[in-house]
Nanobody
Framework: QVQLVESGGGLVQAGGSLRLSCAAS????????MGWFRQAPGKEREFVAA???????SYADSVKGRFTISRDIAKITVYLEMNSLKLEDTAVYYC????????????????WGQGTQVTVSS
């Protein structure tokens, strides 16, 4: 059973930066793709970014050029570097894992973390 634990969320001013981490454990993760999703109050959960273990990436248009997804294979950890944060980036951010590819729909992911809150203030 794969377990995912997010960390790094918090309160940041608009224009600032945060780095989220997602530590994975259990199972064989070498063939997994990892994704980040977010859910703002009153809104549906939406795709943010994804990465394969070979390094391929995909981003939502709303975060391209501001967010960077990366992974440390040895630490089995995925990161989301968030720069130039905007008020609309406020959400609970979730890490998820699936078998390969770069899916952008939440239903394609098998395992989920509990989420970490990111709040961007003016």
């Amino acid at each position: 059973q794969v377990q995912l634990v997010e960390s790094g969320g918090g309160l940041v001013q608009a224009g600032g930066s945060l780095r989220l981490s997602c530590a994975a454990s259990g199972g064989t993760l070498s063939s997994y793709s990892m994704g980040w999703f977010r859910q703002a109050p009153g809104k549906e959960r939406e795709f943010v970014a994804a990465i394969t273990w070979s390094g391929g990436t995909s981003y939502a248009d709303s975060v391209k050029g501001r967010f960077t997804i990366s992974r440390d294979i040895a630490k089995i950890t995925v990161y989301l570097e968030m720069n130039s944060l905007k008020l609309e980036d406020t959400a609970v951010y979730y890490c998820a894992a699936t078998f390969g590819g770069l899916p952008e729909t939440e239903f394609s992911y098998l395992y989920w973390g509990q989420g970490t809150q990111v709040t961007v203030s003016s």
